[in-house]
């Protein structure tokens, strides 16, 4: 291999890794400002939710998924967070998986939050990455999002924001 070959080949390499790390973090990291009025969902038994009905007290939105870690070791401190807060704050689940899935979880737990299936791929909403939380305001105002699993603490100072 020549000096030549070498160094057009270490550019290139370099230049498609570089557009690999940020379509990876647009992706993955960066995720869009959702509205209440666009998120589709439905409850348990089939019946279409507005989450536009929670405005009037603030609001996390978190989305999950049953097979995954990092969302089943967050519940135990929303569930901490809401019985501490009551009635203050609402928390909505939403999984994208079939609907007995997500009650057979909820049925195994004992989480107080209400858990809701989207009628979209989580993937249309261009969220790549759970969980991932949306904290809205009383007014149904997006104030923050988190992509990752969140602990009491993080959790607290996320709420503390869009009270």
């Not at 973090?25 to 509205?35: G, R």
């Not at 401190?77 to 997500?102: R, T, W, Y």
């Amino acid at each position: 291999m020549n000096k030549k070959s070498f160094w057009k080949g270490f550019v290139t390499g370099s230049i498609a890794f570089v557009i690999l790390i940020v379509v990876a973090y647009l992706n993955f990291f960066i995720q869009p400002d959702i509205t209440l009025d666009q998120i589709k969902a439905q409850d348990l038994k089939g019946k279409e939710v507005s989450l536009t009905k929670y405005i009037g007290k603030p609001l996390v939105v978190n989305f999950w998924a049953t097979w995954c870690s990092p969302c089943i070791n967050e519940f135990p401190h929303f569930e901490d967070i809401k019985k501490e807060l009551g009635n203050d704050v609402q928390f909505v689940m939403i999984s994208d998986e079939a609907p007995n899935k997500i009650i057979s979880f909820k049925d195994s737990k004992n989480y107080s939050f209400t858990f809701l299936k989207s009628n979209a791929k989580l993937s249309e909403y261009s969220i790549y990455s759970v969980p991932t939380t949306y904290f809205y305001n009383a007014n149904g105002t997006l104030v923050k999002k988190h992509t990752g699993g969140l602990d009491t603490e993080s959790l607290k100072e996320y709420i503390h924001g869009i009270q």
